[in-house]
Nanobody, 115 residues
Framework: QVQVVESGGGLVQFGGSLRLSCAAS????????MAWYRQAPGKERELVAI???????KYGDSVKGRFTISRDNPKNTVYLQMNSLKPEDTAVYYC?????????WGQGTQVTVSS
């Protein structure tokens, strides 16, 4: 069983920055893709960013150039550096980790950007 725990959310002003962290633990030999998704009230969950085991990344169009995903494999941790935050970035951010082709989700962390 794999546990995924996010941290680092909070309230930030327009144009500010936040860094989210996500640690995976449990029955892990190696982790495949790790990703961040977000879900705003009344909207579907959407991909924010995804990173492969050795670094290939992909971003959602709305965050390109502002967010950066990275990972620390020995620590089974993925990060999301969010800069130039906008009110429309307000959402619950979920971490996703793929272990042996099975995905696990965290509980989510709230990010609120005030205008």
């Amino acid at each position: 069983q794999v546990q995924v725990v996010e941290s680092g959310g909070g309230l930030v002003q327009f144009g500010g920055s936040l860094r989210l962290s996500c640690a995976a633990s449990g029955s892990i030999f190696s982790i495949g893709a790790m990703a961040w998704y977000r879900q705003a009230p009344g909207k579907e969950r959407e991909l924010v960013a995804i990173i492969g085991p050795y670094g290939p990344t992909k971003y959602g169009d709305s965050v390109k150039g502002r967010f950066t995903i990275s990972r620390d494999n020995p620590k089974n941790t993925v990060y999301l550096q969010m800069n130039s935050l906008k009110p429309e970035d307000t959402a619950v951010y979920y971490c996703y980790a793929e272990v042996r082709s099975v995905g696990s989700w965290g509980q989510g962390t709230q990010v609120t950007v005030s205008s």
